[in-house]
């Protein structure tokens, strides 16, 4: 549950362009939400791309799901992948990533990190 809906706005530089992120935190001052939006050289302004939603649980989990703008139905896709941290002792102990399967329609694990 978000029980602050606290967005800042900063410029940073990504992958050779420019953009603009947005920040939501919860009561625990954890960051749940970022959002990245670009500029349109066509439109001229900023328009959706990115998104990042974070999940957490006592056990030591955090979740993170990619989802990516689509400009039909002017809303952030079905996550398209994700990664699961596994803490121990404050520490990501383990990294996982998923990759969606269009086919399957589920998340597919492409990579356990140990660290």
Same mark, same amino acid.
């Given at each position: 549950m978000?029980?602050?809906?606290?967005f800042?706005?900063?410029t *940073?530089?990504?992958?050779? &362009? *420019?953009?603009?992120?947005?920040?939501?935190?919860?009561?625990?001052?954890?960051?749940?939400?970022? =959002?990245?939006?670009?500029?349109s =050289?066509?439109e001229?302004k &900023?328009?959706?791309?990115?998104?990042?939603?974070?999940t957490y %649980?006592?056990d030591?989990l *955090?979740?993170?799901?990619l989802?990516? &703008?689509?400009?039909? *139905?002017?809303?952030?896709?079905?996550?398209? %992948?994700k990664?699961?941290?596994r803490?121990? =002792?404050? %520490?990501?102990?383990?990294?996982?990533?998923?990759? &969606?399967?269009k086919?399957t329609?589920e998340?597919?694990?492409?990579?356990?990190i140990?660290?």
């Amino acid at each position: 549950m978000v029980a602050m809906a606290l967005f800042m706005s900063v410029t *940073t530089k990504m992958f050779a &362009w *420019t953009g603009n992120c947005k920040y939501q935190y919860d009561y625990k001052n954890r960051l749940v939400k970022k =959002e990245l939006m670009k500029w349109s =050289e066509r439109e001229s302004k &900023w328009e959706e791309s990115l998104c990042w939603n974070y999940t957490y %649980n006592e056990d030591g989990l *955090t979740v993170v799901e990619l989802n990516k &703008w689509n400009a039909q *139905t002017k809303s952030f896709s079905q996550p398209v %992948n994700k990664m699961v941290y596994r803490h121990q =002792e404050g %520490n990501v102990s383990l990294l996982e990533v998923y990759i &969606w399967n269009k086919t399957t329609k589920e998340f597919v694990l492409e990579k356990v990190i140990n660290a």
